[in-house]
C-alpha cells in the first residue's frame, strides 16, 4: 500500500514563502512521476507542477518562476518551494504519485494521493 505524508502548510503574508514536503512509503518507486495540486474554495483542483524521473519539473503558468519543484531519490521525498506568494496561491495543496514514470500536467494520471496540507497567504 502506497502513503504518501505531506508537511510544511501554514500561514504566511503576502511576498513570504513556504516550503511543502511530500514523503512516499510502500511499494513505489523514486522515479515515478510526482506532482503537486491545489484546490480553493469554490474552484476546481488544478495542477501545480510535476517532476519526472529524472528531476525535470513542469509548472503551471501561474506558478512559473515563483514556484520549485524537487526530489530526494534516496527518501522517496519530492518538495514544493513557493516564493513571492500571492493571496490567490490560497488552497489546499495536494501531493501525488502516479503508477509510472510517464508524467502529464494533469490529474487522470495519479494513482495514489496526500491528505492535503492548508497554505493560506494574507495580503
Known amino acids: 500500500q502506497v502513503q504518501l505524508m505531506e508537511s510544511g502548510g501554514g500561514s504566511v503574508e503576502a511576498g513570504g514563502s513556504l516550503r511543502l514536503s511530500c514523503s512516499a512509503s510502500?511499494?513505489?518507486?523514486?522515479?515515478?512521476?510526482k506532482a503537486w495540486f491545489r484546490q480553493a474554495p469554490g474552484k476546481e483542483r488544478e495542477a501545480v507542477g510535476t517532476?519526472?524521473?529524472?528531476?525535470?519539473?513542469v509548472y503551471a503558468d501561474s506558478v512559473k518562476g515563483r514556484f520549485t519543484i524537487t526530489k530526494d531519490y534516496d527518501k522517496n521525498t519530492h518538495y514544493l518551494q513557493m516564493e513571492s506568494l500571492k493571496p490567490e496561491d490560497t488552497a489546499m495543496y495536494y501531493c501525488?504519485?502516479?503508477?509510472?514514470?510517464?508524467?502529464?500536467?494533469?490529474?487522470?494520471?495519479?494513482?495514489?494521493w496526500g491528505q492535503g496540507t492548508q497554505v493560506t497567504v494574507s495580503s
Open positions: 501525488a504519485a502516479s503508477g509510472s514514470w510517464s508524467c502529464q500536467l494533469r490529474d487522470g494520471i495519479f494513482n495514489y
Open positions: 510502500g511499494v513505489i518507486s523514486s522515479n515515478n512521476c
Open positions: 517532476i519526472d524521473y529524472s528531476g525535470t519539473a
